[in-house]
């Protein structure tokens, strides 16, 4: 029986998801919960595992595509199964000679050939509720033979540019999506690439080496890349999706909707530092990164208790004030796709080493695009920290449903007076943005001077309650 497989709902109702990198081909076999292949919605790369245990009989979108929710995504051959029937095929297009693509059933055209070095499968057909469907390019083990009068370029290991005929791999290559971002960017076909280095990950280094090839090749008869560079090479021009469209689509409506008000607090925080210099020489936390965050994130939890108000929602809707009695902390992270702010459940009941162990493992999964859907929703109140990058304040903008976020300014020595003398001390300045229709400037002003208390002297926190 032939099982069809749909995109599911990856989340917060996200409409659509962006193919990455599919990990399986057309006629492979997979068990069940396999990671079949990667896609990017508006605020994570997700793994999608297979439903079934068979063979794959067809995918129904290529890298690249958008898929919306619902829409179908892989066919399956199951014994046993009870599965629909999957969409009629889709003839191939009329006047197009096809030819037999080596090591691989499916038939290509071959003026796609010319355009691509990676041909388009045929035979899939349309989404049941679409009259169109997605290209599709071609996977599984073999390669094409493509005559050089089609001007392919080839990236080779001695040569650039062949005059013979070329074989080129039909499985997309691996990489990562900054890497394809790159070669997209510079018109260099990442297929081109991995034929000088097969069966590796394709690197920056890789499309580096390759486009200098390029530029130092002799002149031939050849026409152009198979990804052609704008005609006008000052600017540059990137699809707004996935992370970036989301988290602008959350800046502009939180902006919109909530007054925004931010107040400043510049403190001497040497006592702080001290404590992490001692707990960093403390064999018994052997293993634990604890960190300046760390420590800003606990005074937080203690501060908000006694400011409940900057732990609170405006539910419009509703026409009510929804106050939390927990802390979900959302720690904003800066990766190659864009701001995410995964959230830590429960925050508020941690201690400091569990707290800054669940914030170094949240910032390595953010950083690998690995971060799921669901762990970015939930949060009650956030922390920036804009001091890694040298910024020593700002205003940041709430994330919706938020009545607060901190920014946590650059830690510098500084000439500060200290007992009634000029000392060089560690300072730094916190930047508190807040809801106003939720707090006003004296609570803000409180739970800022909880937060700086804190700091200043790591001890009051047990003074906080």
Known sequence: MIAEFRLPDLG?????????????????????????????????IVEIPSPYAGTVQGLHAAAGDVVEVGSPLVSFEVEGADAGTPAAPAPAAEGHAVEQVVGDSAEVPADDIAARATPNLVGYGAAPSSGSRPRRRARGGGTVTI???????????????????????LERPRSTPPVRKFAKDHGIDLVLVAAAHPG?????????????????????????????VPADDRVTRTPIRGVRKHTAAAMVQSAFTAPHATTFLTLDVTATTELLASLKSDRALDGHRIGLLAIVAKAVCLALGRTPALNAKWDEAAGEIVEHHYVNLGIAAATDRGLVVPVIPDA???DLVDLADAIADLATTARAGRTAPAAMTGGTFSITNVGVFGVDAGTPILNPGEAGILAVGALRRTPWEHHGEIALRDVLTLSLSFDHRLVDGAE??????????????????????
């Open 444 to 465: 803000a002003a409180r739970f800022l001077t909880d937060v700086a208390g804190v700091l200043r002297e790591p001890g009051r926190a047990m003074l906080l309650r």
């Open 12 to 44: 917060e109702g996200l409409p659509e998801a962006e193919i990455v990198q599919w990990h399986v081909a057309e006629g492979d076999t997979v068990t069940l919960n396999q990671t079949i292949a990667e896609v990017e919605t508006a605020k994570a």
């Open 147 to 169: 005559d050089p009068d089609t001007a392919v370029r080839e990236a080779a290991p001695h040569d650039v540019l062949r005059t013979g005929p070329i074989d080129l791999p």
């Open 348 to 350: 508020d009941r941690l």
């Open 200 to 228: 590796e990950t394709v690197t920056r280094a890789h499309v580096e080496e390759y486009a200098a090839r390029l530029a130092t090749a002799p002149s031939a008869p050849v026409a152009a890349p198979t990804s052609p």
